[in-house]
């Protein structure tokens, strides 16, 4: 390891003497420029990324190492990550004063690209590929969908909804269409943004007398992408605009890709033609992944951050964390930190150590009777109450947060956890959960209630 930090001036080909450090151009050695990775990948593990053996340092002109990534994903990236960490290893290499920049020569052109809900350029995220997607059956048609959309962009399926649970993997298709398309057109417009985003615009323009501007913002596309579109649920005024926008995109054969944590006809108080529409293209499901897949999601994200795990610790990760692909991708990075401590060596013994706390969270399972303990004596509300048709706030606020606490730490279904509430539907405790997650994000009193709650359940 001590080698990376010795200066070897000599490496840097047909090195000029000190005086013409700082003129023309000079190719650069390979391996000097294999050096620096390999330092770069000794120091800052975590932003280690499996591209980087793609790049192609051309030259040194005046002082500076200019790498040439494949993607402006992969731009982004090294710009706001990599900038420091690589110049500081090229000078620790060549023991010279040089810094090391990035180029990209793909750029979109002028016009093209995506943009978020203020119209600027929106960072993609480089891992979020379809390279990067591992397929298995829990999301093979999500993932055929979005490369089919991604190489025919208002051809393939139009509108593109897919849906699923929580950590998934929505995003990152949907960022891996984006990467796709404007690899193939960097001249494309591409919008990606929020529902909150398009309803707190809607309700702005309508505010300011700005429509024009704001149908101009929307209809001027040519991919219109939406996460969370459940979150029309009820907005009947953003409803309308919404059917108004989707009818000129889709005439204008412009790809419409919505993500949503259920299917259209599930979204509760959906106008009935925005659900025909959104099921005119494809629906695709994305659900919780298998063993075999999340055996194979281990493998390529500890493959990607330069992590080798021995196949049995592979496999306890994927028995031990069964919920989603996020947390899987948490004990990872946690296995990553534990491989710093032990010199790079990941064991069992070294697994077990790391994910101890992880897998005793999995273990303290919450029951509905932890749930309604915690809930009547907090809210001083009886059981017989939650489980009435009384709809006062000082009842149904409580049976709400039973509802969105048994649907975070319970395997409950939707329809289970409704029925034990007083016989309601999955639509009733999807909006109950809906609720409180808006109002644990609005109003700090009800996200220390539900703190406490969750605290009292979790320890
Ligand atoms: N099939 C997969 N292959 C590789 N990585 C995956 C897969 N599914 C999910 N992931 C990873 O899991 C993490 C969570 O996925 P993502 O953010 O796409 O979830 P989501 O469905 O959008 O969740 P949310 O609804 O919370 O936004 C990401 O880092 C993503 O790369």
Redesign the pocket.
Known sequence: MTTTHMPTREVIRRAPDRAHDHSGPHPLDPAVWQRILNNVRIHHPTLNRVWFDQMSPRQLTNGVIQATVQTPAQLNFCQSQCQQPFTAAAQAITGRLVSVSFHCDNLPRTGGGIFNDHDQPLQLNP??TFE?????PC?RLAHAASTAVGEQPGKAYNPLFIH??????????LQAISQRVLERDAGLRILYLSCDSFINQFMNAVENGEMNQFRHRYRDVDILII??IHFLAGRDRTQEEFFHTFNTLYQGHKQIIL?A?CPPSEIPELEERLVSRFNWGLVAP?DK?CYE?RVA?VK??SKMRGLELPDDVVCYVAAKIDN???E??GAITKLQGMSMLHEGRIDMEVAKAALGETVNAEQKRVTIQHILDAVTKYYNVRLSDLQSKRRHKSIAFPRQVCMYLARRHTRFSLEEIGGYFGGRDHTTVMHAVRTVTADVAEDPEVAQQLNRLEAQLTN
């Open positions: 891992d979020l990067n997607f591992v397929i298995g999301n699923g649970g929580v950590g998934l993997g929505k995003t990152h298709l996460d969370d993500s944590d994305i992944p897949t999601i390529k994200k989603n692909t996020r899987l991708e």
